[in-house]
Structures are given as C-alpha cells and as structure tokens.
C-alpha cells in the first residue's frame, strides 16, 4: 500500500515537473512533506523516473539531515548540535535527552513515541542549547526543560 503511494506520487510529480536530474531534490521535499521519509522502495522508483543510478539518489537522501529514512515517531525532538549550541553544552544535553527520553540520537524509540534528532542552528544561538519538539524552538535547555519534555512526548 505504502509502496503504491510512493511510486504515484512519484509518477504525478515527474509527469507535472519533469524528470531531469536537477528535479531530485524538489522530488524529495516533495516526498519528505507527503510521506515522511524516503525509503530504498522510493530510492529505486526515483532513480528509475529520472535516469539516475539508486547511489546517486541514496548519496543525495543521507547527505541532508532533513530526508528520513523511516518513519518519524508521533513526537520529533530535535536537538541542535550547530557552534553556538556546543559552546553552550549542547553535547552534554544530547546525552541526557538520549536517557530522559530512553532513544538513541539519530533513531525513533521502539514503541514509536519519539524521533531524536540533530538539527544544525535553529537561528536561536544566543539562548542555547536550543531543541524543537514537534517543530515549536525550546530555549535554554537544561535538565528541567528535557523533563517537561519528556512529560510532554509521553502523551
Ligand atoms: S547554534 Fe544552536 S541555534 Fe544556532
């Protein structure tokens, strides 16, 4: 079903905008805002629609942090890992966000709840380490901030 989905969505997206090779990013935003991820089912499909081979596609989807490979969990907690935050002990966070909300940085918990991912400078530098849960900026985190976080992704 989800395979079916893809490939339409990739043949009325070719057939609408083209299917030369500087389509693919376009295609990809594309798929990342209507499916949520771009898979190897999608990697193939793509390489095929625009005569590309599927290491081109897969080397263009893993080189930017915002394609995902699988599906997101129903809460996203970002965590910015950019200069300002660093200074300002984003590492150290990293790692207690990875405890508080029990999911390695960069995966989706098993019971799908939560996505943990790097993001680089939400423009907020001067009130780091800043995160994004579900898209709304968090200032200031700090351990009080990630249990309210933790509260918040558990519902
Ligand atoms: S470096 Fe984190 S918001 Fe800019």
């Not at 915002?66 to 966070?93: I, Y």
Request: hydrophobic residues 45%; contains cysteine; charged residues 25%.
């Amino acid at each position: 079903m989800q395979q079916e989905e893809t490939a339409r969505l990739i043949e009325d997206w070719t057939q609408t905008h083209g299917r030369t090779r500087d389509r693919l990013l376009p295609l990809l935003h594309m798929l990342q805002e209507e499916i949520g991820f771009i898979d190897g089912n999608a990697i193939k499909i793509i390489a095929e629609k625009l005569n590309l081979t599927r290491a081109d596609v897969h080397g263009v989807v893993t080189f930017y942090h915002d394609f995902r490979r699988a599906p997101a969990g129903r809460h996203v907690v970002k965590l910015c890992r950019a200069e300002s935050c660093q200074a300002r002990g984003a590492a150290a966070m990293e790692k207690a966000a990875a405890e508080r909300l029990g999911v390695p940085m960069g995966e989706t918990r098993p019971d799908g709840q939560v996505t943990l991912e790097p993001i680089y400078c939400l423009g907020l530098c001067a009130v780091g380490p800043n995160a994004l849960v579900d898209g709304r900026p968090v200032a200031r985190i700090d351990a009080a901030a990630l249990d309210r976080i933790a509260q918040e992704v558990a519902a």
